[in-house]
């Protein structure tokens, strides 16, 4: 027999952009139902994306620090790796995450149904899992995120993954190719890396993280291509299972013809999940990309269902989703809200940490603007010598007629904290002056950001 609930809203997806829109719906005083097919919530970025990645990424620093610290005459032995150890330790972090977003669902009253929803009228969802069940709703919330690319020349082989299989940790390959020199890409590389893996990054752009300017990401290259290989303007063309390994062909001036791997990630980047649940049944708006479109408010082309996080357009990242959610329930509450952020800022978590916000220099000559630009090496920053991490640089670019910050990008150690002042700037509509007018702390690494801005203002002529 087929149960039925009522509701005002109801999510579908439990990820960031899902719980934190149910939360803020309930806080607002509607009932609300959180649709979500997996045992926890959380979503991609809290059980395989954001928090396992980034747990794995201070172990690989704590191992990478320890070698670095010879060179201020403490050594340590070599690192004793138990990864069954390390694995539990990212399971029990997830565990805690999960089990607080439960909680917190719960503390709402917010109606929690675990199985896989799809759309079966303007304003029926139903749920398949044991039973079936359907939630009536005034309102939707469709949060249902996204999932890897596959190449379709991959064969199908455990040696072959995902990030999904990268972050499960089940072994240490000695030799490790990444296809995709993006975020995702390069965070593993630094694990494994770190784990004792032998890397090869393949990238068909000329850079790593295409999305960043190319100086910015110059420090990461310095302190990665001793101990990686980088392949830049190269594309796999070929991949065979063997049995021993995979071997695998390339197209490239700099690349080899063929190599041999123990496994192979493939990081080419993420698709969203619309596929499915229903939406072209109850006439929701997609576009060719598989986004849904939305307008400012989150609504999607039937006015009582909204969409948020990864399906819709703008950086697939979970402070984005976050917002999103947010607005989707303000407006369904009444409230007057709309997402229009000055700018989203992007991290790659890597060592050294590469940042970005706003406007890169590429986007700012495509768009003919006219702009100055503020570059400091962290060479000349007090707080980079003492703590080892002079191989870093913090760029911003202002409107030259205003003043007004127009973005910034900053690689090196705390990266992705340091971009918030930026953002802040940005969101603010703050100038040059503004920031060289604000007093920083010394020795920080915060400085250079100001250093930047005096440079362009005119309060500081030379860096070195
Ligand atoms: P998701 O988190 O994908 O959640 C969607 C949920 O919907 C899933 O739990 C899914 O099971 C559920 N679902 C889908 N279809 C249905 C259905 N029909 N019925 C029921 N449930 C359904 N972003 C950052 O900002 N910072 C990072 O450091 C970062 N690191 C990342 C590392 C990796 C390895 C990966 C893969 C991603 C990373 N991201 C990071 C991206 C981030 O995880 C996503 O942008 C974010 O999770 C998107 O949130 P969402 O709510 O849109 O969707």
Redesign the pocket.
């Known amino acids: 027999m087929t149960e039925s609930i009522n509701v005002d809203v109801v999510v ?9 829109a149910a939360f803020r719906a309930a806080d607002l005083g509607l009932s609300v139902c959180l ?4 045992d ?15 747990t794995l990424l201070h172990a690989a620093s704590l191992i990478e620090h320890a070698k670095h610290g010879a060179s201020m005459g403490i050594s340590f032995t070599e690192p004793n790796i138990d990864i069954d150890a390390l694995r539990t330790h990212k399971e029990g972090t997830i565990s805690e995450l999960t089990k607080g977003i439960a909680n917190l669902s719960k503390a709402r009253k917010v109606v929690r149904l ?5 759309f079966i009228g303007e304003r029926t969802l139903s ?1 398949s899992a044991d039973t079936e069940q359907h939630v009536n709703f005034k309102h939707a919330i469709i ?6 690319v596959k190449l379709p020349i991959a064969p199908d082989d455990s040696r072959v993954w ?3 299989d ?2 499960s940790l089940h072994t240490i390959p000695e030799k490790l190719l990444i296809i995709g020199g993006g ?2 890409g390069l ?2 590389a630094q694990v494994y890396s770190a784990l004792g893996s032998e890397i090869t990054i393949v990238e068909a752009q000329d850079q790593i993280i295409p999305a960043a300017d190319k100086d910015i990401v110059q420090p990461l290259v310095k302190a990665t291509k001793k101990t990686y290989q980088l392949l830049t303007k190269t594309k796999v063309i070929g991949m065979e299972a063997q049995d021993a390994d995979i071997a695998v062909s390339f197209e490239g001036k700099k690349a080899p013809e063929s190599a041999i791997f123990d496994a192979v990630l493939v ?1 080419v980047g ?1 698709r969203p ?1 619309t596929a ?2 229903g939406l072209e049944s109850i006439g929701v708006a997609i576009s060719e990309q598989g986004l849904v479109e939305v307008n400012d408010r989150m609504q999607t082309s039937v006015p009582h269902i909204f969409a ?4 819709v357009k703008g ?8 917002h ?2 947010k607005v989707a329930s303000e407006v369904i509450a009444g409230l007057d809200a709309t997402f229009h952020p000055a700018a989203i800022p ?2 790659a ?1 890597t060592s050294p940490e590469v940042a970005w916000v706003g406007l890169t220099e590429k986007e700012a000559k495509q768009q003919g603007i006219d702009y100055s630009t503020g570059k400091v090496p962290w060479l000349v920053s007090g707080r980079a010598q003492s703590v080892g991490a002079t191989n870093g640089v913090t760029k911003a670019l202002f409107d030259k007629e205003s003043g007004a910050l127009l973005g910034a990008g900053i690689c090196g150690e705390n990266a992705g904290e340091l971009i918030h002042e930026a953002a802040a700037v940005l969101e603010l509509g703050g100038t040059a002056k503004d920031i060289a007018h604000t007093v920083h702390a010394h020795p920080t690494l915060a400085e250079t950001f100001a250093f930047a801005a005096e440079l362009v203002e005119g309060s500081m002529t030379d860096m070195l």
Not at 35 to 38: D, Y
Not at 40 to 54: D, Q
Not at 315 to 322: E, F, Y
């Open positions: 579908l997806g439990g990820g960031p952009g899902g719980y934190t649709v979500e097919k997996r926890t919530l959380g979503g991609v970025c809290v059980n395989v994306g954001c928090i396992p990645s980034k675990q199985g896989e929803g799809q749920v949060a249902t995120g996204s999932h890897s995902d990030s999904t990268a972050l975020i995702i965070e593993m990081a993420r999940n499915g649940i948020i996080g990864d399906i950086p697939m990242l979970a402070h984005k989703a976050t999103e959610g992007s991290v978590y």
